[in-house]
């Protein structure tokens, strides 16, 4: 089956820690994407990457970083300089180009007391 | 910038009853226009998608969604929910010129209640 993996669903850290989140796809996308979801906001992109070794900054890049290496991986890094790290984390793929929808996967939720 | 954004946060409803959630967005150009669900503890999924052509589009699970253009929106109906209907649902867009960026509205939680 093809789809997107997010390890681990659920997530606990101490403030002032680093904590990678991971996102794996087997979908042969090109583009892929972290966003942040809170109650009431909605989704915000974090950064997105439209092809290997490439990656910009979304709307709320600050105290977050990634990197892509591989096609099928987009880990993104949480970094102590993020003010209000507690969310809910999801990763999605896409084709490139403008015709082609975002497929998402199941997300992490990350706590940080 | 491109912005959304749902009027609803929550709607409470009992089954087959009609249901619709109004989109509006801000962007001045050429648009795609999506809605997605997530249901408990589920992915977020594609309900539907506009891309061009007939603004009334129709999606899964008997939802469609209407494209007026002169009022920037994007509702989306489903004529009689079930309970199965409850979920969050999110509207997003994406600006021909904002490359392959989604902007999503705040969400809205509907409760359908059997």
């Known amino acids: 089956d093809g789809g997107i993996t997010q390890s681990p669903k659920y997530l606990f850290r101490k403030e002032g820690q680093n904590v990678t989140l991971s996102c794996e796809q087997n979908?042969?996308?090109?583009?892929m994407y972290w966003y942040r979801q809170d109650p009431g906001q909605g989704l915000r992109l974090i950064y997105y990457?439209?092809?290997?070794?490439?990656?910009q900054k979304g709307d709320i890049a600050e105290g977050y970083s990634v990197s892509r290496e591989k096609k099928e991986s987009f880990p993104l890094t949480v970094t102590s300089a993020q003010k209000n790290p507690t969310a809910f984390y999801l990763c999605?793929?896409?084709?490139?180009?403008?015709?082609?929808?975002?497929?998402f996967g199941p997300g992490t939720r990350l706590t940080v007391t | 910038a491109q912005s959304v954004s749902q009027h609803n946060h929550h709607v409470i409803l009992s089954e087959a009853a009609s249901l619709e959630l109004g989109c509006n967005y801000s962007?001045?150009?050429?648009?795609?226009l999506f809605w997605y669900v997530q249901y408990p503890g589920q992915h977020l999924q594609l309900l539907l998608k506009?891309?061009?052509?007939?603004?009334l589009v129709k999606g899964i699970k008997g939802f469609e969604a209407e494209f007026i253009k002169s009022k920037f929106s994007f509702n989306l109906r489903k004529p009689s929910v079930q309970w199965s209907d409850t979920a969050e649902y999110f509207c997003?867009?994406?600006?021909?010129?904002?490359?392959?960026?989604?902007?999503f509205g705040g969400g809205t939680r509907v409760l359908v209640k059997p």
């Open positions: 999605a793929s896409s084709r490139p180009g403008q015709n082609y929808e975002q497929y």
């Open positions: 979908l042969n996308h090109d583009a």
């Open positions: 990457s439209q092809i290997v070794n490439d990656f």
């Open positions: 962007y001045g150009g050429t648009v795609n």
């Open positions: 506009y891309f061009s052509g007939d603004p």
């Open positions: 997003a867009v994406r600006g021909r010129a904002a490359g392959n960026k989604l902007t």
